[in-house]
């Protein structure tokens, strides 16, 4: 499915070649789903997993927790597909997927919010010692070695969730600013504001370990 979309990555291309690139991607990713291509979900799983576990790691706290999601959240592209209209990039509409679902579930446990949801993980005396899982550096580790980048994966989890989730998407998970507005459903402007106090945060960590 993505054999000529591929081809043309190997070749090197413009900003907005790259975008238009992505969208023809995204155009038949939609057209997979929608037609529930039975390899397509394979190959979307294969493409994706690390990045969503790291997320969903990230929101939870919590492995077990993080792998039941990572099924749901799968069964959740390949039931509601079909609504997949190519307007995002797959990714965003996959995060956001997961967020919901996160939210969904700790809502049934009468938990009011996603501050309130993450900020329990603050509890578990594991909880900034999970193994991320690997794929490949972020450019929020790229100059790090491995004791740097286990202290960042815990400054994060210090850190208020509502700035860690955006430190996540926008260093881990390379969005935009628009596409994170779009994944948490908050204000372009909040979502700036996050950013920059997150990275005061982490400043002091990162400089002094």
Not at 44 to 63: A, C, E, F, S, V
Not at 66 to 76: I, K, N, P, T, Y
Not at 146 to 151: F, G, I, M, S, V
Request: charged share 30%; hydrophobic share 45%; with cysteine.
């Amino acid at each position: 499915m993505f054999a000529s979309i591929l081809a043309a990555r190997a070749h090197p291309a413009t900003q907005a070649d790259e975008r238009e690139l992505v969208r023809q991607e995204n155009k038949e990713i939609a057209a997979g789903l929608r037609r529930q291509d039975p390899g397509l979900l394979d190959q979307l799983i294969l493409r994706h997993q690390h990045r969503l576990m790291r997320y969903l790691l990230y929101l939870t706290g919590n492995r077990e927790e993080s792998e039941d999601l990572f099924q749901e959240v799968w069964m959740r592209v390949l039931v509601r597909g079909g609504q997949y209209d190519a307007k995002a990039r797959f990714d965003t509409w996959l995060l956001t997927i997961a967020r919901n679902l996160v939210i969904d579930q700790r809502r049934k446990r009468s938990v009011a919010s996603l501050d309130e949801i993450i900020a329990r993980a603050h509890e578990n005396e594991s909880s900034a010692e999970f193994e991320l899982v690997a794929d490949g550096l972020s450019p929020f580790e790229q100059c790090a070695g491995l004791e740097d980048r286990t202290r960042l994966a815990a400054g994060l989890m210090a850190l208020d969730p509502i700035y860690r989730e955006v430190l996540v998407l926008r260093f881990h998970e390379e969005l935009s600013l628009e596409e994170i507005a779009k994944v948490t459903q908050a204000p372009l402007s909040t979502i700036k504001s996050r950013l920059y106090r997150g990275l005061a945060l982490m400043k002091p960590i990162v400089a002094h370990g």
